[in-house]
Nanobody, 124 residues
């Protein structure tokens, strides 16, 4: 069993930055693909970014490409989401997810483990 705990959310003005962290329990984090998803009020959960087990490959939603960066530190069992040039439409609860897999995973239904979420609010 893997537990994921997100942190780093908060409120920021448009154009600002935040860095989200997701720390995993367990000894096999380095063998997990990790992803970030978000859900805004009244909307479905959507994919944001994903990274493979070694951090060599990443993939981003079109809406965040060039502004967000996903990375991981396997020694710390942590995956990060650096969010720059934030926009009001980035406001959502952000979730990290994990799957015992070595490649990049985009589909949320393929993830086995989820964090509790952290709120990000961007004001104009």
């Amino acid at each position: 069993q893997v537990q994921l705990v997100e942190s780093g959310g908060g409120s920021v003005q448009a154009g600002g930055s935040l860095r989200l962290s997701c720390t995993a329990s367990g000894r096999t984090f380095s063998r997990y693909s990790m992803g970030w998803f978000r859900q805004a009020p009244g909307k479905e959960r959507e994919f944001v970014a994903a990274i493979d087990w070694r951090g060599d490959s990443t993939y981003y939603a079109h809406s965040v490409r060039g502004r967000f960066t996903i990375s991981r530190d396997n020694a710390k069992n942590t995956v990060y989401l650096q969010m720059n040039s934030l926009k009001p439409e980035d406001t959502a609860v952000y979730y990290c997810a994990g799957r015992a897999n070595i490649g990049v995973v985009v589909e949320d239904v393929l993830y086995d483990y989820w964090g509790q979420g952290t709120q990000v609010t961007v004001s104009s």
